[in-house]
């Protein structure tokens, strides 16, 4: 017999209102809100598990951004898997799933305005991506505008992002606890995504360079090499791989400055690379 509950699927705000007041008819709820682009994975049904034991309600929301992208081919590659992503999250729980309409997330009268991200943008993903953080933080602030959830699940294998949207949440005085889950791994340590989807096996088996390279920097510290010559030999490391190298970087893990003579108290090692066609991240504690 399968184990699946009925999801609620809405996709304009006025129903997540009715929703919500029908909701407030119950003396106290609490919501967890679980923001994605859809291509649902392990990673993200980690976040939905925990989103529910630790809230009443839980609101998964499904909408490939376009504002985000800053590569048009990235954006029409994009898996979008809907059928599959409903099954996955009937298999949690009871929960609210939000796929709204571009015009629906960007109203005519938006009245969102950029803000300064004083330079958590401007290293690594936001160097090779401009405009990508802006577009990140639009959507998620248009999203907790509407949402308004009491707690908000992001992993942490997007490591700027979450920087990113903590200081957005703050910025805006939002009353939303960001909560960071654990990235989660497939058994060789590829870090769980939705861009995996297009990796073929022998792909994935190259992407493994990735995780090698993290823990070859973490070994370089142990070792007692600075930074800047951890990641000289971190780069040579990865470069035996067939990957294309996108970035390595060790960073501040608060202010995301780069660091080359002394290592922080907090440090951590961030990549991207490419594996063919497909840009894959991740990064570690070290
Ligand atoms: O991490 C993602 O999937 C996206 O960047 C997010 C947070 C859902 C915003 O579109």
């Known amino acids: 017999m399968s184990n699946t509950h009925s999801l609620q699927v809405i996709s304009s705000a006025a129903d ?43 609101v998964v929301s499904i909408f490939v951004n376009p504002t985000q992208f800053n590569n048009p081919a990235d954006l029409n590659q994009y898996p979008r898997t809907l059928e599959n992503d409903l099954l996955l999250l009937s298999k949690v729980g009871p929960c609210v799933v939000f796929i709204p309409s571009v015009s629906t997330i960007y109203p005519q009268n938006d009245s969102f305005q950029p803000i300064n991200l004083h330079g958590l943008d401007s290293v690594m993903e936001g160097k090779f991506r401009p405009g990508h953080f802006q577009g990140v933080v639009h959507v998620v602030h248009n999203l907790f505008k509407l949402i308004l959830p009491n707690r908000a699940y992001f992993g942490k294998k997007d490591f700027q992002q979450l920087a990113i949207i903590r200081f957005m949440n703050d910025y805006f005085n939002f009353p939303i606890e960001i909560v960071a889950c654990e990235t989660i791994r497939e058994e060789t340590g590829l870090a769980k995504s939705s861009r995996n989807m297009r990796l073929s096996d022998a792909e994935k088996e190259d992407a493994l360079v990735i995780i090698e390279t993290l823990k070859f920097i973490k070994k370089m510290k142990a070792l007692g090499f600075s930074p800047m010559e951890a990641i000289e030999k971190g780069v040579a490391f990865f470069n035996q791989g067939n990957l294309q190298i996108e970035y390595l970087e060790l960073v501040d893990s608060d202010t995301l400055l780069p660091l080359s003579k002394n290592w922080s108290t907090h440090t951590t090692c961030c990549i991207a690379a490419y594996c063919e066609q497909v840009r894959l991240i991740d990064n570690m504690e070290v």
Request: aromatic share 12%; charged share 20%; proline share 2%.
């Open 16 to 58: 997540f209102q009715l929703l919500k007041a029908s909701w407030e008819k119950s003396s106290s709820y609490s919501i967890g809100f679980v923001p994605t682009m859809g291509a649902l994975h392990e990673g993200h049904i980690k976040l939905v598990e925990r989103a529910y034991s630790e809230n009443d309600v839980v």
